[in-house]
């Protein structure tokens, strides 16, 4: 099978990398040319657009960082679906809104293309170990035929029915991961403001029903408030909190405490930690 991968950011090179030693053929493309140069080194083939990752593929996978990057890459005359064959599959496995991923799987049917989003949970180790929690929506017919890739991305794959099923998913679960991840920054900067040894504090946490692999792993990073090596960017945590509010909203349902954390992230943002990991949050906390 010949697959199309557009978008090698943190998350992407890492899964077009667990293709490729899989052994699949890939077209690849990417806004900065230059991160094609690992894959091209292993055979891939990079390509000059979108639309040419998608004449050149029977699968394309697109792994991009916001609604607004998915759109410059899947329309206009160089993008994504003007180059898709009928028949052909169209992948979208980037954290967007519910309309943009149900506005990607319309344009993929008017090429006769099927179409899945496939959100992952997970950050940068997960990608690289191909251990990421895969949501996928939309043709099934489509979500059988690719379920080899997917084993190779991810550790758990399901499929969720509908396009816009997964985009709500992955909005719900990163709402999740964010409030945790604030509640934990408030924790440890509690502990330290009253004199608590924090490396026991963590051991606390980690022996008891609260134990769970992002405390484990950001715990000495935001103990030590030094430098926080980049697994998901703080930016891209503000926008999937952005998009589950404005998803509750649409619902009807009022979000206080996530609201909070968004305002939380927000002031991060302003202050400049944007492209720092998210655990960088723990920098507004407490001061």
């Not at 991160?35 to 996978?61: D, F, M």
Request: proline content about 4%.
């Amino acid at each position: 099978m010949k697959i199309g991968f557009v978008g090698l950011g943190i998350m992407g090179s890492a899964m077009a990398a667990n293709l490729q030693k899989a052994g699949y053929q890939l077209a690849i493309w990417n806004r900065a040319p230059e991160k094609c140069a690992p894959l091209v080194a292993g055979g891939a083939t990079q390509v000059s657009s979108p639309r040419a990752v998608a004449e050149s593929s029977e699968v394309v996978i697109s792994m991009m960082s916001n609604p607004a990057a998915v759109a410059a890459v899947r329309d206009g005359d160089n993008g994504i679906i003007a180059g898709l064959a009928t028949g052909a599959g169209y992948i979208d496995m980037s954290t967007v809104d519910v309309q943009t991923t149900q506005l990607s799987a319309r344009l993929a049917k008017t090429r006769g293309a099927l179409f899945l989003e496939a959100p992952v949970a997970g950050s940068r180790k997960p990608a690289e170990d191909g251990t990421l929690t895969i949501m996928a929506a939309g043709d099934r017919l489509l979500y059988d035929t690719v379920l080899p890739l997917f084993n190779r991305m991810g550790k758990k794959v399901l499929f969720a029915g509908e396009a816009g099923s997964a985009a709500r998913m992955k909005l719900a679960n990163n709402l999740v991961m964010g409030g945790m991840l604030v509640a934990f920054c408030e924790g440890m900067a509690l502990a330290a403001k009253v004199g608590l040894d924090l490396a026991q504090f963590q051991e606390v946490l980690d022996a008891g029903a609260m134990s769970n692999p992002m405390f484990r792993t950001k715990g000495s990073m935001i103990a030590q408030q030094g430098d926080f090596p980049v697994a998901f960017p703080l930016k891209h945590m503000q926008k999937d909190l952005r998009l589950a509010l404005q998803l509750a909203e649409d619902a009807g349902l009022p979000l206080f405490t996530t609201a909070t954390v968004n305002e939380l992230f927000k002031k991060a943002l302003a202050a400049g930690l944007g492209d720092s990991d998210f655990a960088a949050i723990s920098r507004v906390i407490g001061g």
